[in-house]
């Protein structure tokens, strides 16, 4: 694996799943890898578990880490190729991803969706310029429409908590009043494909995934139907990829509480963080049925998983 920008970087996702097992069991084994090496962690929007969890696992692979967040600590960045730089940005992204590349072994990046224009957002463009002018891997920290090593990490949390060999795992929209991306649904869908568990999306209508997402997945408008006897139940919001970025709905039935859990199979609730509570999801909930914290804590084998996989073949 030479980048991890999206699934397709990733030859065995089930081996690398265990990878992230074995890196939790035994976390400084491979302490001599990454030795003399530097990531750099860029994050162009707010962060805690990525970026904690990442410099955890980079040090426990024995790497330096620098951090930088664009725009505060550094110049804000020019992507458009061709045009007269007279605005707020002072730099192109050709010179600092080359700059920051001669300094770093591996970049990670953090630049979410403008969720203004789709076509843009969709394809790429802050991962696919580091890629194209740093010369060095690059990770994706949560990108326009993906977050990767948070769907590690949540196959890891499955990985772990299953009690049966092909659970049902249902992802779920939650409401919410502000428009946030697809990545981390975009994500979950996408890996979840990649296993052998039965796997529903359920959200209001308006609110279907990108096609390439949902894949083979069964989607069902009725989030009471979907959740029956599901062992799994991922929580999430997103704006509308049809409408894009719209708010259609807050529906607050579509709220993760106790009286949905009770149409699982006691099964437990899942989000990747952070969550308001009460809006998306009841204090109840996650509280006493949630695996959030978890989930959170397997961000720093995720990234090791990452790190190891790309420090190897360097
Ligand atoms: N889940 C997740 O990526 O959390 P942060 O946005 O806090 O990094």
New binding site residues.
């Given amino acids: 694996m030479k980048h991890f920008i999206s699934l397709h970087d990733v030859q065995n996702v089930q081996e690398l799943v265990q990878e992230g097992i074995r890196q939790k069991a035994n976390r400084f084994a491979d302490q001599e890898l990454g030795k003399n090496k530097t990531i750099g962690l860029i994050f162009f929007?707010?962060?805690?578990?990525?970026?904690?969890?990442t410099q955890k696992a980079a040090e426990n692979l024995g790497m330096k880490v620098l951090t930088m967040n664009v725009g505060q600590d550094s110049w804000q960045l020019e992507m458009e190729d061709g045009v007269v730089m007279n605005g707020d940005k002072a730099e192109h992204v050709k010179e600092a991803a080359a700059v920051i590349g001669s300094y770093c072994d591996i970049i990670a990046v953090?630049a979410f969706a403008g969720l203004k224009d789709r076509d843009a957002d969709y394809q790429e463009i802050v991962m696919e310029k580091f890629r194209q002018y740093s010369g060095v891997p690059i990770i994706n920290?949560?990108s326009a429409t993906r977050?990767p090593?948070?769907s590690l990490a949540d196959l890891i949390t499955i990985e772990e908590v299953k009690k049966t060999a092909r659970p049902k795992v249902v992802l779920t929209w939650l409401p919410h009043f502000k428009p946030l991306p697809q990545a981390?649904a975009n994500s979950f869908a996408e890996w979840v494909n990649q296993t052998d568990y039965e796997f529903i999306i359920t959200h209001p209508k308006g609110y279907d995934l990108a096609p390439e997402m949902v894949g083979n997945a069964k989607v069902i408008y009725d989030q009471d139907e979907a959740l029956k006897g599901a062992d799994f139940v991922y929580g999430k919001n997103w704006s509308s990829y049809t409408h894009y970025g719209q708010v259609l709905s807050t529906d607050p039935s579509w709220m993760i509480t106790q009286e949905k859990m009770a149409l699982t199979n006691n099964g437990v609730f899942m989000h990747?963080?952070?969550v308001r509570r009460n809006l998306k999801v009841s204090d109840y909930v996650l509280d006493n049925q949630s695996v959030v914290v978890q989930q959170?804590a397997n961000?720093e084998w995720s990234a090791q998983a990452v790190l190891k996989t790309i420090l190897t073949n360097m």
């Fill in positions: 929007n707010q962060s805690l578990r990525t970026r904690l969890s953090r920290l949560e977050h090593c948070q981390v990747c963080l952070p959170a961000r």
